[in-house]
């Protein structure tokens, strides 16, 4: 990649700043409008079935990419977000219908969809959770500008490595298209007021 996702996602924020002092009164513009963020893909869900992103079109999506062996981050982030989709779901439940969070793991090798489906139950029931091969991952990681690396130590303990990732809570929409980064590290409120401003 020739760009960080955190640089793409600053020119993608400041444009909307820029839109923002315009001076007109119509709806303002999506932070991530126009970004190149998301794309095509061909993923397997916690159930062991071939998932495409055309699958959810006509839905808005809640994207997080990490995975189920994440000490504390992951889980954090998740807990947090799910809390706030529930609270939405609960002060606009026919809204909520049409928003599919998804989790994607970037860590396929342990990551198999036995281990998703037990991960993605604990933080909330409409949670889907996907995997694939090391090249999926790899793409659908790129599209969405999620960097990450396993860190693998040489030896017994070659499998409790910890893999390092940007993170990102991405609103996506009906079509696919970026709009929003969630404050995955907000509370509860400030989640579900952030899906509430951008899918009304």
Same mark, same amino acid.
């Given at each position: 990649m020739n760009k960080t996702p955190f640089f793409s996602i600053a020119l993608a924020l400041g444009? /909307? /700043?820029l839109? /923002?002092?315009?001076?007109?009164?119509?709806? !303002? @513009?999506? *932070?991530? @409008? &126009?970004a190149r963020i998301g794309?095509? %893909?061909?993923?397997?869900d916690q +159930? &062991?079935?071939t998932v495409k992103d055309t699958d959810f079109a006509g839905q808005h999506r809640i994207i997080y990419f990490g995975y189920s062996y994440c000490p504390d981050v992951c889980p954090i982030d998740l807990q947090k977000i799910a809390a706030g989709f529930a609270l939405f779901e609960k =002060? =606009?439940? @026919?809204?909520?219908?049409? $928003? =599919? !969070?998804? %989790?994607i793991t970037i860590d *396929? @090798?342990? +990551?198999? *969809?036995a281990v998703v489906k037990q991960y993605v139950s604990a933080f909330?029931?409409?949670? $889907?959770?996907?995997?694939?091969t090391p090249a999926q991952i790899k793409s659908v990681a790129d599209a969405y500008l999620v960097m990450y690396k396993a860190q693998k130590p040489v &030896? /017994?303990?070659?499998? &409790?490595?910890l893999v390092d990732h940007s993170r990102q809570a991405y609103l996506m929409g009906p079509k696919g298209e970026p709009i929003a980064l969630l404050p995955y590290d907000g509370s509860p409120e400030q989640i579900a007021a952030e899906i509430d401003k951008w899918t009304a």
């Open positions: 444009a /909307a /700043a839109t /923002a002092c315009s001076g007109t009164a119509t709806k !303002p @513009e999506a *932070p991530l @409008e &126009g794309g095509a %893909f061909t993923l397997t +159930d &062991g079935k =002060q =606009q439940p @026919e809204r909520a219908k049409a $928003i =599919q !969070p998804i %989790f *396929p @090798e342990r +990551d198999t *969809p909330h029931p409409r949670l $889907i959770g996907l995997t694939g &030896g /017994a303990d070659a499998k &409790g490595y």
